[in-house]
């Protein structure tokens, strides 16, 4: 790899602690649980924040409080984070929010009525925080906003060192400025692609060529949606401006691909590829191929805690079941992108929705205090025993005050609710366009020949799951079981929704009566000695 200069850096460890119960949780620090966090802080609550990552931003906002590269390389909409980011960890400095950085949640469950009626909704979370030692946390409401990941998009020779996925190479950039070592080759479709290779222009490495997956019915599809075309008009112009800027810079761009295979024994040396139409194959030297064909939501959480998910055609993914007020089931919410790719802006808003929903359900019990004894079953006011007894009244005043200003508080979240519910709908309005316009190919799995790995972890074939699926497995969870597909370092993130497709194109079923493997904890990596601590941990609490 090269490097592009990266700007001084004054990193600080963060430190660790827990508690054994908190009021609000929210799991995730990018753009929707920044934003959520900060919501909570504005009314005075004090939310606990986990995140597996060094600093906040997520994905999409990786490093901002350290910029590696500046906005003439990485582009403003990068940058346009850096607000958030800071505002965020003011609020952490100044104890507003209890931000834990380089915290795994690695199991969670719902306790139900196990404790007490009013720990009904709550859920119990393992976590392990960066010290490695794993602690028990309530959280009495949840707000789970895990982000998105890249598909999974198996090819020949897909598992070959110096074959990335573009997501990765743009995280290389963002926390060390760090590029291949000469020209990529990028494949595949979705903004992200073009979005890299005009930050590797602008970083001095322009791409080598662009293998654009995408069918060529871009324009055809934008004059289909004239409204949609212009709620997504800012999305259309940034795109604009980077192909403009690529094809001044020479950067071929090959339309209509519709096979790609990457040649190499111990190494990427070459990419194989055929156009849609023209049967003939090319080739082309390389020695760094940079993929992409879109984001999903991120599985493995809200799997985990048993969310119902549904298959939505127009995003070619599993997106989990969420009501209007953005929850999932009681107690819990879904904000950003883990609920159905919205991007960046979108996720903030989601997130503020999200803490909005919090701090309702939690004005709702403030309003309904079974203390308050100045109502009758019926509604009606109840007389106020002494009427003489001034303490009494004073007490009854500042009872009618305090649901006066309850009332008010509630009035002026509907309508900030309803202000970004309705920007909201106009922005997803837009990305629908974009999903239209990268959707990727629905049968590129089934396509791929039999030495394909679907599964890179445990090197499992297409050849073999066809084999496996000859048997008749009832579904994925079975299917793994013949294989060991999905049993990976990765858990089945990458190969779970094409082995879905497999099944559910062998079997004529649809994506949602096929469903997903079964997520089960530990729902990230844990050694065994850490699970021992923890085990022992819990044990020692039960005893006590």
Request: charged content about 25%.
């Given at each position: 790899?090269?490097?592009?200069?990266?700007?001084?850096?004054?990193?600080?460890?963060?430190?660790?602690?827990?508690?054994?119960?908190?009021?609000?949780?929210?799991?995730?620090?990018?753009?929707?649980?920044?934003?959520?966090?900060?919501?909570?802080?504005?009314?005075?609550?004090?939310?606990?924040?986990?995140?597996?990552?060094?600093?906040?931003?997520?994905?999409?906002?990786?490093d901002?409080?350290?910029?590696?590269?500046?906005?003439?390389?990485?582009?403003?909409?990068?940058?346009?984070?850096?607000?958030?980011?800071?505002?965020?960890?003011?609020?952490?400095?100044?104890?507003?929010?209890?931000?834990?950085?380089?915290?795994?949640?690695?199991?969670?469950?719902?306790?139900?009525?196990?404790?007490?009626?009013?720990?009904?909704?709550a859920?119990?979370?393992?976590?392990r925080?960066?010290?490695?030692i794993?602690?028990?946390?309530?959280?009495?409401?949840?707000?789970?906003?895990?982000?998105?990941?890249?598909?999974?998009?198996?090819?020949?020779?897909?598992?070959?060192?110096?074959?990335?996925?573009?997501?990765?190479?743009?995280?290389?950039m963002?926390?060390?400025?760090?590029?291949?070592?000469?020209?990529?080759?990028?494949?595949?479709?979705?903004?992200?692609?073009?979005?890299l290779?005009?930050?590797?222009?602008?970083?001095?490495?322009?791409?080598?060529?662009?293998?654009?997956t995408?069918?060529?019915?871009?324009?055809?599809?934008?004059?289909?949606?004239?409204?949609?075309?212009?709620?997504?008009?800012?999305?259309?112009?940034?795109?604009?401006?980077?192909?403009?800027?690529?094809?001044?810079?020479?950067?071929?761009?090959v339309?209509?691909?519709?096979?790609?295979?990457?040649?190499?024994?111990?190494?990427?040396?070459?990419?194989?590829?055929?156009?849609?139409?023209?049967?003939?194959?090319?080739?082309?030297?390389?020695?760094?191929?940079?993929?992409?064909?879109?984001?999903?939501?991120?599985?493995?959480?809200?799997?985990?805690l048993?969310?119902?998910?549904?298959?939505?055609?127009?995003?070619?993914?599993?997106?989990?079941?969420?009501?209007?007020?953005?929850?999932?089931?009681?107690?819990?919410?879904?904000?950003?992108?883990?609920?159905?790719?919205?991007?960046?802006?979108?996720?903030?808003?989601?997130?503020?929705?999200?803490?909005?929903?919090?701090?309702?359900?939690?004005?709702?019990?403030?309003?309904?205090?079974?203390?308050?004894?100045?109502?009758?079953?019926?509604?009606a006011?109840a007389?106020?025993?002494?009427?003489?007894?001034?303490r009494?009244?004073?007490r009854e005043?500042?009872?009618?005050?305090?649901?006066?200003s309850?009332?008010e508080?509630?009035?002026?979240?509907?309508?900030?609710?309803?202000?970004?519910?309705?920007?909201?709908?106009?922005?997803?309005?837009?990305?629908?366009?974009?999903?239209?316009?990268?959707?990727?190919?629905?049968?590129?799995?089934?396509?791929?020949?039999?030495?394909?790995?679907?599964?890179?972890?445990?090197?499992?074939?297409?050849?073999?799951?066809?084999?496996?699926?000859?048997?008749?497995?009832?579904?994925?969870?079975?299917?793994?079981?013949?294989?060991?597909?999905?049993?990976?370092?990765?858990?089945?993130?990458?190969?779970?929704?094409?082995?879905?497709?497999?099944?559910?194109?062998?079997?004529?079923?649809?994506?949602?009566?096929?469903?997903?493997?079964?997520?089960?904890?530990?729902?990230?990596?844990?050694?065994?000695?850490?699970l021992?601590?923890?085990?022992?941990?819990?044990?020692?609490?039960?005893?006590?």
């Open positions: 790899m090269q490097t592009c200069e990266p700007k001084e850096t004054d990193v600080t460890d963060a430190t660790d602690g827990s508690k054994d119960r908190a009021r609000v949780v929210v799991l995730g620090a990018g753009p929707a649980g920044m934003a959520a966090a900060l919501r909570l802080a504005e009314a005075g609550l004090r939310a606990l924040v986990l995140d597996q990552a060094r600093a906040p931003g997520g994905q999409i906002y990786r901002l409080d350290q910029p590696q590269l500046d906005a003439a390389v990485m582009g403003k909409d990068y940058h346009r984070g850096r607000a958030l980011v800071g505002a965020f960890l003011d609020a952490a400095r100044r104890g507003e929010i209890d931000y834990r950085p380089g915290t795994r949640v690695w199991w969670i469950e719902a306790l139900g009525d196990a404790l007490n009626d009013a720990l009904n909704d859920h119990r979370l393992g976590v925080g960066h010290d490695g794993s602690r028990e946390l309530v959280a009495e409401r949840l707000i789970i906003a895990t982000g998105a990941m890249e598909r999974g998009w198996p090819f020949p020779g897909w598992q070959l060192p110096g074959v990335m996925q573009a997501g990765a190479a743009q995280i290389l963002k926390q060390g400025a760090l590029l291949t070592e000469g020209p990529p080759v990028l494949a595949g479709n979705g903004p992200l692609l073009y979005l290779a005009w930050q590797y222009l602008n970083a001095g490495c322009p791409p080598r060529m662009i293998l654009d995408a069918p060529n019915l871009g324009l055809a599809r934008t004059l289909r949606h004239p409204l949609r075309a212009w709620r997504a008009r800012g999305y259309l112009a940034k795109g604009a401006r980077m192909l403009a800027a690529l094809r001044r810079a020479g950067v071929p761009i339309r209509g691909v519709q096979s790609l295979a990457a040649e190499g024994d111990q190494r990427l040396t070459g990419v194989r590829y055929r156009r849609r139409g023209d049967g003939q194959e090319h080739r082309l030297k390389t020695d760094w191929l940079l993929t992409h064909m879109g984001v999903v939501p991120e599985p493995q959480l809200p799997r985990g048993g969310i119902e998910h549904r298959w939505q055609e127009a995003q070619q993914a599993f997106v989990p079941d969420r009501r209007d007020d953005l929850s999932v089931r009681p107690g819990v919410w879904l904000a950003g992108d883990g609920g159905g790719i919205g991007g960046a802006v979108n996720a903030e808003r989601e997130g503020r929705l999200a803490a909005l929903a919090v701090l309702d359900e939690l004005m709702a019990d403030l309003m309904a205090d079974p203390q308050d004894t100045t109502a009758n079953a019926k509604g006011a007389p106020i025993p002494d009427a003489d007894n001034r009494a009244v004073a005043s500042a009872r009618e005050s305090s649901r006066e309850a009332r508080s509630a009035r002026e979240s509907a309508r900030e609710s309803a202000a970004l519910r309705r920007r909201r709908r106009q922005d997803l309005s837009g990305r629908r366009l974009l999903d239209a316009l990268f959707t990727p190919p629905a049968d590129w799995v089934e396509r791929q020949s039999g030495e394909t790995l679907i599964c890179r972890c445990e090197g499992v074939s297409r050849a073999q799951l066809k084999a496996a699926l000859e048997a008749g497995p009832a579904g994925p969870n079975q299917l793994k079981a013949f294989t060991r597909c999905g049993m990976g370092p990765c858990q089945g993130r990458l190969c779970g929704t094409n082995v879905s497709r497999l099944m559910a194109r062998e079997q004529g079923r649809d994506m949602d009566e096929v469903g997903y493997y079964r997520i089960r904890p530990p729902l990230t990596s844990i050694t065994l000695g850490e021992a601590l923890a085990t022992s941990d819990h044990l020692t609490t039960q005893s006590q």
